[in-house]
């Protein structure tokens, strides 16, 4: 197997103007680079970044002088990685110098291994292409509060593949755009590149996006469904969760109560985040009540993390997987191998604080992880990874097993 013949990184900026790290990574004949994002509504649980001058700092000396010679080999490299940092949460190294380093490294392999990178993580197995949920109304930490819950999303349930979903998707990000300017509630884009909407309420956000499923021509539920993130641990506070959009306050029970009567009212089949990161009981109790209907998704709540899965006792039924949220591709592939081992579902994710880096949509097809999602259908670096799955799902031409969309969502709506 290759040596490693050079590590640097540099400084570059991401979708918010912030600076981030990237990292390089080259051994005989081929390099591999990545970019590390960076998220807004962040777990306690997560890899803590450290300044971007720091890490960049870290990489070019110690990281470096660790990897010079030794061979290319992902697990080895992520455990040196994990070894040298000496931390629990990675703030020594910073989980940006540490993610950056780790997926440049998958790049290099797959550079020398002369194949995409999503093909060298499968190796020989059959792939299928990823699921998305596209956001299209943006709130939370990623619009100043324009709404209490984050993210608005549909997934194209009936679609047959990949690209059947982004032009079903193109349609609905049209026709809700249509009806916000219509209705003078159009504030621009949100982080993620979702409609930054002036509404009353939470639940007027979800009236409009079942309308603009119809407006655009399909049958919510049956075509389009929802998927939210309510990223709750942004609302608690003091003991209750705060919908400041609506002047209210909600015990655990309450929002309990209001979840169960939006998937009654509306065609919803996935929340993420439906109650803050500490909770587990309020995640137990509803993933007990709604989790035969719909999939409920622990971001802040596993981290990640694949000890957390393993430790659910049934709280949600599917994972997100943010490679940068716990460091290393090796421990992002732990967790989704215990969320299968648990029998849970996955998503891999990208943060609110993007670039033109396209490796998760890699991961999610060369790891066979069912669902993506990485924000909305506009701004580049949205629009790079949705693009980037087009080629990937146009090389694998017949050869691969079947779009997962209809079989996931069945059940459900
Ligand atoms: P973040 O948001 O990247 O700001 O954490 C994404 C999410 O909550 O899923
Ligand atoms: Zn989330």
Redesign the pocket.
């Known amino acids: 197997m290759a040596k490693i013949l050079e590590v640097l990184a540099r400084r570059v900026w991401d979708s918010r103007g912030r600076p981030t790290v990237e990292a390089e990574v080259a051994v005989k004949g081929a390099r591999g680079r990545a970019i590390a994002p960076a ?4 777990g306690s649980g997560e890899a803590k970044s450290i300044d971007v001058g720091q890490a960049v700092h870290l990489v070019n000396s110690e990281i470096r002088s660790a990897f010079l010679g030794k061979t290319l080999e992902q697990e080895t490299l992520d455990q040196l990685l994990l070894s040298l940092d000496g931390t629990p949460d990675k703030s020594r190294l910073g989980g940006n110098a540490i993610v950056a380093v780790s997926l440049a490294c998958a790049h290099a392999a797959a550079a020398a291994a002369k194949e995409p990178l999503w093909r060298f993580l499968a190796g020989k197995r059959p792939v299928s292409m990823p699921v998305p949920q596209i956001q299209i109304f943006g709130g939370g ?2 619009a100043h509060g324009s709404m209490d819950v ?2 608005f999303m549909i997934i194209c349930t009936g679609a047959g593949s990949f690209s059947e979903s982004l032009e079903w998707t193109a349609e609905v990000y049209r026709a809700a755009g249509a009806r916000l300017a219509k209705r003078n509630a159009l504030h621009g884009v949100a982080d993620e590149g979702g409609y930054w909407p002036a509404f009353k309420s939470n639940e007027e956000a979800l009236a409009e996006l079942t309308g603009a499923i119809s407006d655009a021509g399909f049958e919510p539920g049956a075509d389009i469904a929802i998927a939210l ?1 309510i ?1 709750a641990t942004q609302l608690w506070r003091d003991g209750r969760y705060h919908l400041a959009l609506e002047n209210r306050t909600l015990s655990t029970d309450q929002l309990h109560t209001m979840l169960l009567r939006w998937i009654e009212r509306y065609p919803i089949v996935s929340i ?1 985040d439906p109650f803050a990161e500490h909770d587990a009981e309020a995640m137990q109790s509803f993933t007990r009540t709604a989790g035969a209907k719909i999939q409920v998704v622990g ?1 802040d709540f596993f981290v990640t993390d694949a000890a957390r899965v393993r430790d659910a006792e049934g709280a949600c039924n599917a994972v ?1 997987l943010k490679p940068n949220q716990v460091g290393t591709l090796t421990e992002t592939l732990a967790c989704w191998r215990a969320a299968q081992k648990a029998g849970y579902g996955a998503i891999v ?1 990208a ?3 993007e670039t033109e880096d396209v490796s998760i949509v890699h991961l999610a097809v060369g790891w066979g992880v069912p669902q993506l ?1 990485v924000g909305s259908f506009s701004r580049s670096e949205r629009m790079a990874k949705w693009n980037e799955g087009l080629r990937i799902e146009e090389s694998l031409g017949a050869n691969k097993l079947p779009y997962p969309a209809r079989k996931l969502f069945k059940a459900r709506g």
């Not at 998220?39 to 962040?42: I, L």
């Open positions: 998220g807004a509504s962040t930490a990623h984050q993210d993130d990223a993420e971001d997100l994710s943060r609110s604080g999602k």
